[in-house]
């Protein structure tokens, strides 16, 4: 069975200061895996998706996720923090495979502030 | 172009009622999947359509829920003799065929609150 695992609850940073959000998966074939936002009152938005393709995606808003098969990881980083991405962010493995349900394991969250 | 709609935004009832909550996919979309956003259990799956069948009801929590699809497009969830446990956000979500890998595009949801 799939599942994630996202190492931290809350993470605190500076305006401008580098992000870093990490995520552990667990997989009995390759996964997809997928990053996504939550803004307060607001729906999921998809910020980047691996597919088995290049290892290092890149997504919307300057994040970007590397794929690391011997580590089991998928973080997702971003250079420098704009206020604008206080938010909670998800990482999610698809359950599926084979042609079987395309349905999303969510990991708990890590949301994210960020401090002027 | 119009993305995932779902109504009523917001939802309060009493326990015991019935409630219904519906959602509106991408045009085109032939996947659509319903998943719930609660404090104590996060965001869970409930269940998939592929057209109109459900191949995937795995996630529904309890009979008094159920869902349909007609026409390949609308969908409702509905909830039997609601409890407070229902209390959650209801999201919808479709994809375009719904391929292992596919992006699925989530609407606003519904906060349900049963009183």
């Known amino acids: 069975a799939q599942s994630v695992t996202q190492l931290d609850s809350h993470v605190s940073v500076s305006e401008g200061t580098p992000v870093l959000l990490r995520c552990n998966y667990s997989s009995s074939y390759s996964p997809s895996l997928f990053w996504y936002v939550q803004h307060p009152n607001k729906g999921l938005q998809l910020l980047l998706k691996?597919?088995?393709?290049?290892?290092l995606v890149k997504g919307i808003n300057g994040f970007e996720a590397e794929f690391k098969k011997s580590e089991t990881s998928f973080h997702l980083t971003k250079p420098s923090a704009h206020m604008s991405d206080a938010a909670e962010y998800f990482c999610v493995v698809s359950g599926g495979y084979g042609g079987a349900t395309n349905k999303l394991i969510f990991g708990t969250g890590t949301l994210l502030a960020v401090q002027p | 172009g119009a993305g995932v709609s779902q109504s009523p935004s917001n939802k309060v009832t009493e326990k015991g009622k019935d409630v219904e909550l519906r959602c509106d996919p991408i045009s085109g979309h032939t996947a659509l999947y319903w998943y719930r956003q609660s404090l104590g259990q996060g965001l869970e799956f409930l269940i998939y359509f592929q057209g109109n069948s459900a191949p995937d009801k795995s996630g529904l929590p309890s009979d008094r829920f159920s869902a349909e699809r007609t026409g390949g497009s609308v969908s409702t969830l509905t909830i039997q003799r609601t409890q407070q446990e229902d209390s959650a956000v209801y999201l919808c979500?479709?994809?375009?065929?719904?391929?292992?890998?596919?992006?699925?595009?989530f609407g606003p949801g519904t906060r349900l609150t049963v009183l």
């Open positions: 691996y597919t088995s393709a290049a290892t």
């Open positions: 979500a479709s994809s375009g065929a719904g391929l292992v890998g596919d992006t699925q595009y």
